[in-house]
């Protein structure tokens, strides 16, 4: 099983629409992250949540706690934007403590044209 | 430039050799960790390490072995790798628990 569910797993939108990509989590967790990997492969924390929502230029990260849900919009999308997506969650469950890292959906491949 | 530093980025290996991959972060973070990422998978956690001189296993550790002698770096370890090893291979530290991550740019290795 999966804790970790994103939607949808492939995507393609033309540049200027609005984009959300979602994530749904099954454990309970002390925070949720939305990270970016580029073609080339290097990963990049966008946000970081524990509650409400967070925005930096042109993303928007929502979470809702009781619904275990996580959102991420992209507003007046550009092709530079194209990445695989993925979020991950800091569980606060098992002996960890949550320093045994974080669990990961299996991202969304996100393809902005021109 | 400051952040978390992966050597090599690329490597093939024959089955039953060894290497060693090395992390080197120069952001004073406790945790650092070990992912690899495999196509339709998420990032699956090898091993972790709390500070300097701890390891413990994560969730894929068979086949792996870790080190932290020093604060700043993490070294992987293969003694004898197999095919199903080939992946990409990332490197995180984080201050604390609950701090943010920083990423390596990951290490492809394949084992043939």
């Known amino acids: 099983k999966n804790e970790v569910e994103q939607s949808p797993q492939n995507l393609t939108a033309q540049e200027g629409e609005f984009i959300t990509i979602n994530c749904s989590y099954s454990?309970?967790?002390?925070?949720l992250h939305w990270l970016q990997q580029h073609p080339g492969g290097g990963i990049v924390s966008l946000f970081m949540?524990?509650?409400g929502k967070k925005k930096h230029g042109r993303l928007i990260a929502t979470i809702n706690i009781q619904e275990k849900h996580s959102s991420l919009h992209i507003t007046a999308s550009h092709p530079r934007g194209s990445a695989v997506y993925i979020c991950?969650?800091?569980?606060?469950?098992?002996?960890?403590?949550?320093?045994?890292?974080?669990?990961f959906g299996k991202g969304t491949h996100l393809i902005i044209q021109p | 430039n400051a952040g978390v530093t992966q050597t090599p980025k690329f490597r093939v290996l024959k089955t039953g050799q060894s290497m060693t991959l090395l992390c080197a972060q120069d952001m004073n973070h406790e945790y650092m960790y070990w992912y690899r990422q495999d196509p339709g998978m998420g990032l699956r956690l090898i091993h972790y390490s709390v500070g300097e001189g701890t390891t413990a296993k994560g969730e894929v550790p068979d086949g792996y072995n870790v080190s932290r002698l020093k604060k700043q770096n993490f070294l992987l370890g293969l003694e004898s790798a197999a095919p199903s090893q080939t992946s990409v291979y990332f490197c995180a530290s984080s201050t604390s628990s609950v701090g943010g991550y920083t990423f390596g740019s990951g290490t492809r290795l394949t084992v043939v």
């Open positions: 454990v309970g967790i002390s925070a």
């Open positions: 949540l524990s509650s």
């Open positions: 991950a969650v800091r569980s606060n469950t098992g002996s960890g403590g949550g320093a045994d890292g974080l669990t």
